[in-house]
């Protein structure tokens, strides 16, 4: 079983930065991609970032490409969301999820609750 847990939202300005965090427990940790999504029109979650186990690949939405940053730190079972020049636009619920990898939501496994990103003009 996996469990996260995300951190780090809240309420910043237009060009201001803020980094997400999603903790994670359980014995598969190690087997897993790690992910970020938000919400979209429709029932599918849209994608923004995944890392793989080893932190040596990641890929980004276009969205966000340039902006965002998805790394994770092992030793604390944490993968983190670096967000940078954020645009009102990037205000969302963010999605922190654990899974075999990719931009297609229905294809990971386990998902944090969600945590709120407001972005003001």
């Known amino acids: 079983q996996v469990q996260l847990v995300e951190s780090g939202g809240g309420m910043v300005q237009a060009g201001d930065s803020l980094r997400l965090s999603c903790a994670a427990s359980?014995?598969?940790?190690?087997?897993?991609?790690m992910g970020w999504f938000r919400r979209a029109p429709g029932e599918e979650r849209e994608f923004v970032a995944a890392?793989?186990?080893?932190?040596?690949?990641?890929m980004y939405a276009d969205s966000v490409k340039g902006r965002f940053t998805i790394t994770r730190d092992n030793s604390k079972n944490t993968v983190y969301l670096q967000m940078n020049s954020l645009k009102p636009e990037d205000t969302d619920v963010y999605f922190c999820?654990?899974?075999?990898?990719?931009?297609?939501?229905?294809?990971?496994?386990?998902w944090g609750q969600g945590i709120q990103v407001t972005v003001s003009s």
């Open positions: 999820a654990a899974g075999a990898g990719g931009d297609i939501s229905r294809l990971w496994s386990y």
């Open positions: 359980g014995s598969s940790f190690r087997n897993r991609a």
């Open positions: 890392i793989n186990w080893f932190g040596g690949r990641a």
